[in-house]
């Protein structure tokens, strides 16, 4: 899924990506590439309730997040990373 082509009437940059019911061992998959292929301004992140809600192993969802995360920031130093 990667949202609109338009946004109030304007031309909306595709070059986003978003992946509904995602766990963070799907996500992980895509840091560095895909995902940061195109070293990306900003990088926003939303991960883990995922893995909540699908009972994916709960005590270790903190250490595969902090995975992905170790990933995304070496692999994006200057990206800016607000985190959702």
């Known amino acids: 899924m990667n949202g609109p082509a338009m946004v ?3 031309a909306f940059p595709r070059a986003h990506e978003g992946h509904s019911g995602w766990r963070i ?3 992980g998959g895509l840091v ?3 995902a940061l292929a195109q070293a990306p301004h ?5 991960a883990g309730t995922n893995d909540l809600t699908q009972n994916d192993n709960i005590p270790m969802a903190p250490q595969r997040l902090g995975a992905v995360l170790d990933k995304l920031f070496a692999s994006a130093p200057d ?3 607000p985190t959702g």
């Open 79 to 81: 990206a800016l990373r």
């Open 32 to 34: 560095p590439t895909p």
């Open 42 to 46: 900003i990088v926003l992140r939303m």
């Open 25 to 27: 061992d799907q996500i």
């Open 8 to 10: 109030d009437g304007a």
